[in-house]
């Protein structure tokens, strides 16, 4: 009987001993924690709601049409045509419309482009931003 007692007074001041290490502030912080890791919870699962209903929005997107140009079929196009030097030239394809970006030897070149672009089907606007390289 006597060790009972012994073993009660041991745990009794072992649990004392828990409450005493885990005071009033300490709760605090710990619920403060828990509060702050749900909030940031929250406005992970906000954003990532947000983000999935715009990737679902009803944004047309830019279909390949078979009457509308590819760059493929432009950049043959200018291949094709005598003269012309492709290797500074880049060439972007948006639907319908066609935009030339870079620099010719001549001003020849640069028409001839355009000409050789203008008869690819599907091609209905042609934005030329190509200019003269200058001689050194």
């Known amino acids: 009987m006597r060790q009972s007692k012994k073993k009660d007074k041991y745990n009794y001041l072992r649990i004392a001993s828990r409450i005493r290490a ?6 605090e912080s710990y619920v403060m924690k828990l509060v702050a890791l ?18 679902q929005s009803n944004v047309p997107q830019a279909t390949n049409d078979s009457r509308s140009p590819t760059v493929r079929q432009v950049r043959a196009a200018i291949a094709r045509t005598p003269g012309v030097d492709m290797s500074s030239m880049a060439v972007f394809v948006h639907g ?13 070149q640069i028409a001839h482009t355009e000409a050789a672009v203008s008869h690819v089907p599907g091609v209905t606007s042609i934005d030329n931003r190509l200019f003269v390289k200058p001689e050194r």
Do not use: I, P
């Not at 885990?22 to 709760?27: A, E, N, P, Q, T």
């Not at 319908?96 to 020849?108: P, R």
């Open 22 to 27: 885990f005071d009033h502030r300490s709760w």
């Open 38 to 55: 749900f909030k940031l919870l929250a406005a992970t699962a906000a954003m990532a709601v947000g983000c999935s209903a715009l990737a």
């Open 96 to 108: 319908d419309k066609v935009l030339l970006v870079g620099s010719a030897h001549t001003a020849d």
